[in-house]
């Protein structure tokens, strides 16, 4: 069964401060993809990243940056100098691939909120 | 492009009233889904179209819910003689098959059963 943990509940930090959030997921298939969404107070999901399961480059993407270990079976989001903006509830999501057959239905993590102090 | 949209926005019901929500997709994305998500959880995988054809049915999708997307455009989450434990948002995506996986959500609807 697939599954995405993500273990910090709840991380609070002062703004400029570099903050990760970990993702650790459970999977049978050899091809998937892992996504991070942010959900800010407003509550609409606002997508920030797909990666394949081929693909072990880690990316950047101006102060966001994320670290996928297949050996590990982890996906962790680092945003570099966090501001008050950045406050908003993050989750990671695995889905299987999108092949004709599959669904590409997203199991996400139980979330993680991050308060971003001035 | 206006995104995904979803009606109405909140909705307060009293226990065994029926319910029907609608999601709007992005105009080129053939593929739909609907999730709930409760306070504090991440949303979860209720069903899924793709077109007009429903494809997948979550275990959480009691007989009380129905889904329906006529035409391949926009859908309904239809939800019969409501309970307290459906007071939850219910979030609608939609994907392209062009674009791997990449859903785009709308802005949900929060249903509260009094």
């Known amino acids: 069964a697939q599954k995405v943990t993500q273990a910090q509940t709840e991380i609070s930090v002062v703004e400029k401060e570099d903050v990760t959030l970990d993702c650790v997921y459970e999977?049978?298939?050899?091809?998937?993809?892992l996504f991070w969404y942010k959900q800010p107070p407003s509550g609409e999901l606002v997508f920030l990243i797909r990666r394949n399961s081929f693909d072990e480059q880690n990316e950047i993407s101006g102060r966001y940056s994320w670290n996928f270990q297949k050996s590990t079976s982890s996906f962790n989001f680092t945003i570099t100098a966090s501001q008050v903006v950045d406050s908003a509830v993050y989750f990671c999501a695995l889905s299987e691939a999108h092949g004709s057959s599959n669904t590409g239905k997203l199991i996400f993590g139980q979330g993680t909120t991050l308060q971003v102090k001035p | 492009d206006t995104g995904v949209s979803q009606d109405p926005r909140h909705k307060i019901t009293k226990r065994g009233q029926n319910v029907t929500f609608r999601c709007d997709p992005i105009?080129?994305?053939?593929?739909l889904y609907w999730y709930r998500q409760t306070l504090g959880q991440g949303p979860e995988f209720l069903t899924y179209?793709?077109?007009?054809?429903?494809?997948?049915k979550s275990r959480l999708l009691s007989d009380r819910f129905s889904a329906e997307r006529p035409k391949g455009s926009f859908s309904t989450l239809e939800i019969q003689r409501t309970e307290q434990g459906d007071s939850a948002m219910y979030l609608c995506?939609?994907?392209?098959?062009?674009?791997?996986?990449?859903?785009?959500f709308g802005p949900g609807t929060r249903l509260t059963v009094t």
């Open positions: 995506a939609s994907s392209s098959s062009q674009y791997r996986g990449e859903q785009y």
């Open positions: 179209f793709q077109n007009e054809a429903q494809l997948e």
């Open positions: 999977t049978r298939d050899t091809t998937y993809y």
């Open positions: 105009s080129e994305h053939n593929r």
